[in-house]
């Protein structure tokens, strides 16, 4: 599959792709260097991982033994 950079930097992904992440308008991509390589990734709302991050210790010594 291919896709053209327009005059703005724009491109649009084709169909199939979208249709495979489940994009949408709106859809958040992670957009990563790799060499001369971009890569996307969908970015998965994780609430479990946004809830841990509320009720972490600020104790920077935990899980360090004696």
């Known amino acids: 599959m291919e896709a053209t950079v327009a005059e703005r930097g724009q491109i649009t992904l084709p169909k199939a792709v979208r249709?495979?992440?489940g994009l949408s308008?709106?859809?958040?991509?992670?957009?990563?260097?790799?060499?001369?390589?971009?890569?996307?990734?969908?970015h998965v709302d994780d609430a479990i991982?946004?809830?841990?991050?509320k009720f972490a210790l600020d104790d920077p010594g935990r899980g360090q033994g004696p």
Not at 25 to 42: A, P
Not at 49 to 53: E, Y
Request: proline share 0%.
């Open 19 to 21: 249709d495979a992440l």
């Open 25 to 42: 308008k709106g859809s958040v991509l992670k957009v990563e260097l790799d060499g001369g390589r971009i890569v996307l990734s969908k």
């Open 49 to 53: 991982s946004r809830v841990r991050g």
